[in-house]
């Protein structure tokens, strides 16, 4: 089956610019999530959807990221402006649920993109 | 609340070596565990998974690890480190209540030399 895609791969910017990214999630998959990855970091959840709501953005910067998911399918975060320290890899993931009570099953395992290096100069 | 700790954020083994990953986690509730591993430019990619159905799981290349509750670890080993398993390698704890809430350790660069 086809993986998530992500793009653009890379992108540079200078500060204050705006920038996009997009992701395509695994067909079917009702669960997405965004993560911001600095350098010599772990993952960091900005934000989760479960189909086109938003369960869980308590880490994203609201007041200059958004993303969306409209239709439930693919879904695009944007930073405006950008700043020196958004400089990242941004990685998308999807997973067949994402929720439930109690363990995590097989379908909650998540899948990611290859990620978009952002580079803010 | 719930939050995982690699000890370590380097390892560097021989080839044909074993290779231990460290990993202890904190949780509220029964956790759910995952490692999984990153090399350079590619998506990140699941090792294997716990979810209380055996303590001794198995992974994909060799690797497992062992959910050990009392001393809240789930380490990663594998008996024979091959060139291709240098990347970097994230524990993962998850932990489903309403929805699937996920936290990342900061990860561990593992240098295998020939």
């Known amino acids: 089956e086809a993986g998530v895609a992500q793009s653009p791969r890379y992108k540079i910017i200078e500060k204050r610019q705006s920038v996009a990214f997009w992701c395509n999630p695994i067909s079917g998959h009702a669960t997405l999530y965004w993560y911001q990855q600095i350098l010599g970091q772990g993952p960091k959840l900005l934000i989760q959807?479960?189909?086109?709501?938003?369960?869980?953005d308590s880490q994203l910067p609201k007041d200059r990221f958004s993303a969306e998911r409209l239709k439930g399918v693919d879904s695009t975060l944007k930073i405006q402006p950008a700043k020196l320290e958004d400089s990242a890899v941004y990685l998308c993931a999807s997973s067949l649920k994402g929720f439930g009570q109690g363990e995590v099953g097989y379908e909650n395992i998540q899948y990611f993109g290859a990620g978009t290096r952002l580079s803010v100069l | 609340a719930q939050s995982v700790t690699q000890l370590d954020s380097h390892v560097s083994v021989s080839e044909g070596t074993p290779v231990l990953l460290r990993c202890n986690y904190s949780?509220?509730?029964?956790?759910?565990l995952f490692w999984y591993v990153q090399h350079p430019n590619k998506g990140l990619q699941l090792l294997l998974k716990?979810?209380?159905?055996?303590?001794l799981v198995k992974g994909i290349n060799g690797f497992e690890a062992e959910f050990k509750k009392s001393e809240t670890s789930f380490h990663l080993t594998k008996p024979s480190a091959h060139m291709s398993d240098a990347a970097e390698y994230f524990c993962?704890?998850?932990?489903?209540?309403?929805?699937?809430?996920?936290?990342f350790g900061t990860g561990t660069k593992l240098q295998v030399i020939p």
């Open positions: 959807f479960q189909n086109n709501g938003v369960v869980d």
């Open positions: 993962v704890v998850s932990y489903s209540g309403g929805y699937q809430k996920v936290t």
């Open positions: 716990y979810t209380s159905a055996a303590t």
């Open positions: 949780s509220s509730y029964s956790p759910s």
